[in-house]
């Protein structure tokens, strides 16, 4: 597997290493080991799938809060998305920045997205599958969501948005804890 940091602390873009002979190629898509020596949680609770049946199609953005946070490691299994990672760590050197990767079934390519931040993604094209390992079980009371067009961020989609779920619509704009902090102290 190879591992290469993107921008944002701690959150991984996998490239699958292929070996490869007449027969076509092998590859390792998940390894405990390789993660965990370079720091990165391996632990799997969950393995998920979604399936988005047309193009411009957008599902996130999604996180969950202590005491479970949790990482996700996705790929995409069939067609192809915009996968996006936005950091709401606040220690983070990182923090409200967010990073997009293209995602498909050709590429191979997966993204570590590590505990704190929120995921999402977009398809790009009909009939688009994606797969996600959790490190932690969906837990319905602490699930969050940032709005995909909240103006904190300033995510720029690929694509106009054709469906996307009215929870995923509605979440409020997102509130600095660091601001909210300093205002109540006022």
């Known amino acids: 597997?190879?591992?290469?940091?993107?921008r944002l602390q701690g959150a991984y873009i996998i490239d699958p290493e292929r070996?490869?002979?007449h027969r076509g190629f092998f590859a390792r898509v998940w390894c405990q080991r390789e993660l965990a020596e370079r720091g990165l949680n391996p632990r799997v609770a969950?393995?998920?799938?979604?399936?988005t049946p047309r193009q411009g199609g957008l599902r996130g953005l999604h996180y969950q809060v202590a005491p479970r946070p949790e990482v996700k490691v996705v790929r995409c299994t069939m067609g192809a998305l915009f996968d996006?990672?936005?950091?709401l760590r606040p220690e983070s050197p990182s923090y409200k920045q967010w990073v997009g990767v293209e995602l498909t079934a050709e590429n191979r390519r997966m993204v570590y997205v590590p505990e704190g931040c929120a995921h999402g993604y977009q398809a790009l094209v009909d009939d688009t599958e994606m797969c996600y390992l959790t490190s932690e079980f969906y837990a319905p009371d602490l699930a969050r969501?940032?709005?995909y067009d909240d103006p904190a961020f300033a995510i720029r989609w690929p694509l106009p948005v054709t469906s996307i779920s009215d929870a995923d619509?509605?979440?409020p704009d997102y509130r600095d804890p660091f601001v909210t902090a300093a205002s109540a102290r006022e």
Do not use: C, K, P
């Open 1 to 6: 597997m190879i591992f290469t940091e993107t």
């Open 19 to 21: 070996r490869e002979d």
């Open 46 to 51: 969950q393995a998920n799938i979604g399936f």
């Open 84 to 87: 996006v990672i936005l950091d």
């Open 145 to 147: 969501g940032v709005r």
């Open 169 to 171: 619509r509605s979440w």
